[in-house]
Nanobody, 125 residues
Framework: QVQLVESGGGLVQAGGSLRLSCAASGRTFSSYAMGWFRQAPGKEREFVAA????????YYADSMKGRFTISRDNAKNTLYLQMNSLKPEDTAVYYC??????????????????WGQGTQVTVSS
């Protein structure tokens, strides 16, 4: 499994932007489908976005389409989430996750086997 470490969270005003990064260990990063999930207090962990191992295919939750962009740099073993036009309801702990297999066959968090520790994103109104 890959080891994952997120960074880039913080406090931002509504309408602002943040870019999250997720550094992965190991030499098989490109063979992992990767995803971002988030969890707000009192709520279940929810899917944000996912990307195939090659980076060609990306998928988003409906509420993030047009605002968030997932990308990866396999040469740097790093996953990114660019978040624009942030809203207070985007406030949550954001987690990156990985699953062996290059294709995104499922958006369920239960299908991802490697998880980072999470990074807090707080959007003020």
């Amino acid at each position: 499994q890959v080891q994952l470490v997120e960074s880039g969270g913080g406090l931002v005003q509504a309408g602002g932007s943040l870019r999250l990064s997720c550094a992965a260990s190991g030499r098989t990063f490109s063979s992992y489908a990767m995803g971002w999930f988030r969890q707000a207090p009192g709520k279940e962990r929810e899917f944000v976005a996912a990307i195939s191992g090659s980076g060609v295919f990306a998928y988003y939750a409906d509420s993030m389409k047009g605002r968030f962009t997932i990308s990866r740099d396999n040469a740097k073993n790093t996953l990114y989430l660019q978040m624009n036009s942030l809203k207070p309801e985007d406030t949550a702990v954001y987690y990156c996750a990985g699953r062996p297999g290059a294709s995104v066959s499922s958006k369920s968090p239960d299908t991802f086997s490697s998880w980072g520790q999470g990074t807090q994103v707080t959007v003020s109104s």
